[in-house]
């Protein structure tokens, strides 16, 4: 049974795998979304956001009829359409072409890129998804450390501690929640926050969000 309330955010799926998508509307409905369309082809994803307009999107990457990049591809083409829908995909492995793709896309805001397993941890899927609903980029931490592992400039640049501040502040999380995570103080996380910006030379801008920036400085690129 939904518990969902006259607030709740309306969700479109699309999920080849019955089992699957049967199972995460259930999980959505229960934790207070409004599952408007259940689907298994980026084709009737498309269709359903049309016929729909959800307030938000959760595709798999990979669907039919080849397996490769198609759902990613839909998300991209209704990001096209509509850069204020929110977005977030799927994944079953860590695949970082498509992550710079889908955050390219209209500014990186309002997207989300997690792999399956996160899904576990109801509470934080759903945590994560109203903080892309409300414009957040979330990034899951398995794609962040494969990043910064193999990603030398301009991360180089940034001290460890600094890193881990910036693959947090990838997740969607806000300045006090970055201090609790890595047991800081929130004054360290915002001397941190402005030395990253600093040495992504990604100076003050006011039309910017310069927080998704400093994530797009190194999603960018991470396949040269």
Do not use: C, W
């Not at 934790?31 to 956001?49: Q, R, S």
């Not at 957040?136 to 931490?141: K, L, M, N, S, Y």
């Not at 103080?185 to 030395?195: L, P, Q, T, Y």
């Amino acid at each position: 049974m939904s518990e969902a309330g006259p607030e709740a955010l309306t969700v479109a799926i699309a999920e080849d795998n019955t089992l699957l998508r049967g199972g995460l509307q259930v999980l959505l409905e229960r934790n207070g979304f409004v599952v408007v369309a259940a689907v298994g082809a980026p084709d009737d994803l498309v269709d359903a956001v049309h016929a729909t307009a959800p307030d938000l999107v959760v595709t798999d990457v990979r669907m039919p009829p080849e397996f490769q990049s198609e759902g990613l591809t839909a998300a991209v083409r209704l990001r096209e359409e509509d850069p204020t829908l929110p977005v977030v995909v799927l994944s079953q492995y860590v695949e970082q072409s498509y992550v710079a793709e889908l955050l390219d896309s209209s500014g990186g805001a309002g997207i989300g890129y997690l792999l399956k397993d996160r899904v576990s941890d109801v509470k934080d899927f759903a945590a994560t998804l109203r903080r892309v609903h409300a414009g957040g980029t979330a990034v899951d931490p398995a794609v962040i450390n494969q990043l910064i592992a193999r990603r030398r400039d301009p991360l180089e640049r940034l001290t460890s501690r600094e890193r881990e501040v910036l693959a947090v502040m990838a997740e969607g999380h806000s300045n006090a929640a970055i201090a609790r995570l890595l047991f800081v103080s929130e004054a360290a996380v915002v001397k941190h926050i402005g030395n990253i910006m600093m040495k992504l030379d990604l100076p003050p801008n006011d039309d910017q969000n310069r927080r998704v920036a400093a994530v797009l400085a190194y999603l960018r690129g991470q396949s040269a």
